[in-house]
């Protein structure tokens, strides 16, 4: 039985029944940590689903801040939108070359700007071509369209309110980065960061909602594995990474169980492991 959400996760399936819509607009939102070796540009222009459009997530950002890809302003959001024919009354759908990885944080940055109609693919390109499904490497055609947005500010979180958050214990921060850098046992990838993770935090590594083909887990298993990890999912969750990108996974699976309280930090460690005054947590 096809699970698939337009709001959500839609399956590869659903996205080949969908394809040729007229109001269905494909990105790929593939994106990778540095020391992946990948160049998720080169790859969509190599091979990707027909009529995807190349959505950077370090380009479509707030190239203010000097942490890496914060959410955009809703005015750079548009601009960027716009220009890629991407608008009211679409149907979006949004795929990576890992399965379901930075995806999600896309998915989270179009609900920011209050666009609801909006999908990961599950399984992503890896499950599309292992499915002998078409991909080409031609440029889609892109016209201008009409975009208006309404961010959604009680979807994203900054450093003061998550330092009010853990001090006071206002929600339950649930943190998705491996066990051994929330325990402060590795290093972190981006160097100068302290090893730890915010005081009172949850682990739930993202890869615990992923299944070994790239899909996500059935929502059972997805509250499961939030319960496992101790959150008590009858409060208020911020979902908080390294960078605010597998972040994004943990938000994509609150919505999936039917939890809507739910907020991204959008700095997460790269800002929190930066600050000295703020507090960090070992073991």
């Given at each position: ?17 969908h394809l040729n819509d007229p109001d269905l607009r494909i990105l790929d939102a593939s994106w990778y940590l540095p ?90 390109l890896p499950k599309w071509i292992a499915e002998g499904r078409d991909t080409e490497d031609l440029p889609p055609l ?142």
């Amino acid at each position: 039985m096809d699970q698939s959400d337009p709001g959500t996760l839609v399956s590869t399936e659903w996205l080949a029944r969908h394809l040729n819509d007229p109001d269905l607009r494909i990105l790929d939102a593939s994106w990778y940590l540095p020391d992946a070796g990948r160049d998720p540009r080169a790859e969509y222009d190599a091979a990707h689903i027909p009529g995807a459009r190349y959505f950077d997530i370090d380009d479509i950002s707030d190239t203010r801040s000097d942490l890496p890809h914060m959410a955009p302003p809703p005015e750079k959001f548009i601009s960027r939108m716009r220009a890629m024919g991407v608008g009211d009354g679409h149907q979006v759908v949004v795929y990576d070359g890992a399965g379901v990885f930075s995806a999600p944080r896309v998915w989270w940055t179009f609900r920011l700007m209050g666009k609801t109609d909006v999908a990961v693919l599950d399984g992503g390109l890896p499950k599309w071509i292992a499915e002998g499904r078409d991909t080409e490497d031609l440029p889609p055609l892109m016209r201008d369209r009409h975009i208006t947005v309404q961010r959604q500010a009680h979807l994203v979180r900054d450093v003061t309110q998550v330092a009010a958050a853990s001090k006071l214990g206002l929600a339950e921060i649930v943190d998705s980065r491996s066990p051994a850098r929330f325990r402060g046992e590795e290093p972190e990838p981006r160097p100068g960061l302290r090893a730890g993770h915010i005081p009172g935090a949850r682990n739930l590594h993202y890869r615990e909602l992923v299944n070994e083909d790239g899909t996500m887990k059935a929502p059972d298993e997805l509250r499961a594995a939030f319960e496992a990890a101790g959150v008590n999912l009858s409060r208020p969750v911020i979902t908080t990474c390294g960078s605010g990108v597998s972040a994004a996974i943990l938000s994509l699976a609150l919505e999936r169980i039917g939890h809507r309280d739910h907020a991204l930090y959008d700095g997460s460690w790269a800002e929190w492991g930066m600050y000295g005054d703020l507090k960090v947590a070992t073991g």
